[in-house]
Structure formats: C-alpha cells, structure tokens
T-cell receptor, first 115, second 109 residues
Framework: DADVTQTPRNRITKTGKRIMLECSQT?????MYWYRQDPGLGLRLIYY???????NKGEISDGYSVSRQAQAKFSLSLESAIPNQTALYFC??????????????FGPGTRLTVL | GQQLNQSPQSMFIQEGEDVSMNCTSS?????WLWYKQDPGEGPVLLIA?????ELTSNGRLTAQFGITRKDSFLNISASIPSDVGIYFC?????????FGDGTTLTVKP
C-alpha cells in the first residue's frame, strides 16, 4: 500500500466551484506539504505544516486554504476555483527526526482541471 | 527567494547514450537533492548530497555537489527506456524544499 495517498486522482470542475483535495499518510511524519506542478515550472510550494497546530503559507498560497485535521491528514481547498488553477497537485511528507531530514515523500498527485 | 536554474530543459537521446544535467544557484547551499518523476507519478528521491565536492552514485546515476556549493550535476550512464521522466534538483532550507524547473528526458529505443 502507498505511504502517501491523494484523493481524488483526477477532477474536472467548473469556475467558481469549491474543491477539496485530500492527502493521507501512513509514514508517521510530522511535516506535510502541498505543491502545484505546471508544465515547465517545476514544483511550487502552496502551503506546509510542521505539525497538527502549525500552518504556513508557501510561495503561491493565494486562492488556496488548507486544513491539518490530524498528523496523518492534510487537505487543500480551492474556495472558488478558477481556470488558471488547472494543474497537477502533489502532497508530500518529511520526517524532521530522520538522519537526512531533507527527503520529501510524494503522493501520486491529483490532476485538477477547472473549466 | 531561492531560485534554482536547471538545464537543459529537455533532452532527446538514443538508448545507450550517457546523459548529463546540472543545476545552479546564486546562493550557497548545504544540501543538493535529485529527484525523478516517472510519468503519472510523484517525484522520488534518487540521490542526496550533503558535502561540497561529494560524489555519490546510485547504480548508473552519479551526482556531484559542486565545490562552490552553488551547483550540482547529475549524470546517467548507458541510458535505458525506463530512464524516461522528469529529473528535478532541489535543496532545503528550514524544512522547506525549493525545486528546479526540471529536465525532461526522452529515450529512444
């Protein structure tokens, strides 16, 4: 079974709709992240959380919000989706107590299309 | 903020050829990481470098941490079709990772 799972894997929605993308992990890691990937632009950080009570904005947080419901769950919401939020979204985790704390473990991604 | 310049943006090579890609920055870093993203999946760590001048191998992959601490190189020897994907360099500061824009590798059989 995958350690980091994302639901849904694909979603098509319309402009103005509210969308929630969910991420769950069984790795027991405290740190969780949401990234957005656009063709040719690599991975850009949207939000990150270092523990259940900690939420931080990344470089492109406008138009997004997050919720850390538990150590294992980190959800990303688009309150009113717009077409330029069409992208591939990745959740990731990391373990600050591990010998090499820099490694990130990614989920399989959610492909979101906003019409 | 930090910016990583990764090149080339894409490569089209014949199976069996060697591949070289690099990543540069204007800032000094203590780590360099290389990830690979297979089509339809999330990135996976290939090699991590933690010391200037360090040269590390993982099978046919070899990566080096530049002596200036501002760059890193990834080489793939004797490429095979499953090497297809996007390769990202990355580094981390205060628990957050910054990624390059990626090098997309296509391998022709």
């Amino acid at each position: 079974d995958a350690d980091v799972t994302q639901t849904p894997r694909n979603r098509i929605t319309k402009t103005g709709k509210r969308i929630m993308l969910e991420c769950s992990q069984t790795k027991g890691h405290d740190r969780m992240y949401w990234y957005r990937q656009d063709p040719g632009l690599g991975l850009r950080l949207i939000y990150y959380s270092f523990d259940v009570k900690d939420i931080n904005k990344g470089e492109i947080s406008d138009g997004y919000s997050v919720s850390r419901q538990a150590q294992a769950k980190f959800s990303l919401s688009l309150e009113s989706a717009i077409p330029n939020q069409t992208a591939l979204y990745f959740c990731a985790t990391s373990d600050p107590s591990a010998p090499h704390t820099d490694t990130q473990y990614f989920g399989p991604g959610t492909r979101l299309t906003v019409l | 903020g930090q910016q990583l310049n990764q090149s080339p943006q894409s490569m089209f090579i014949q199976e069996g050829e060697d591949v070289s890609m690099n990543c540069t920055s204007s800032s000094i870093f203590n780590t360099w990481l290389w990830y690979k993203q297979d089509p339809g999946e999330g990135p996976v760590l290939l090699i991590a470098l933690y010391k200037a001048g360090e040269l590390t191998s993982n099978g046919r992959l070899t990566a080096q941490f530049g002596i200036t601490r501002k760059d890193s190189f990834l080489n793939i020897s004797a490429s095979i079709p499953s090497d297809v994907g996007i390769y990202f360099c990355a580094n981390t500061n205060a628990g957050k990772s910054t990624f390059g824009d990626g090098t997309t590798l296509t391998v022709k059989p």
